[in-house]
């Protein structure tokens, strides 16, 4: 696996071609690590917590 600028280059996959191969996320303690302390210095400085947040009308049917 590689990064270069904006691209992230992943060789010897066993996928299809043409199909999604990663969801990349920010990394979020409450979501992703349960009973212990981090800091997320990107997400301390948002007004909103992240338990209060609700998907917007992108994923609606």
Request: aromatic content about 10%.
């Amino acid at each position: 696996m590689a990064i270069k600028g904006n691209k992230l280059t992943v060789e010897d996959i066993d996928i299809l071609d043409g199909t999604p191969l990663s969801d990349i996320k920010p990394f979020v303690p409450e979501f992703d690590i349960f009973g212990r302390q981090f800091r997320a210095g990107w997400l301390e400085k948002q007004a909103v917590s992240p338990e209060n947040v609700k998907a917007d009308e992108r994923f609606s049917g």
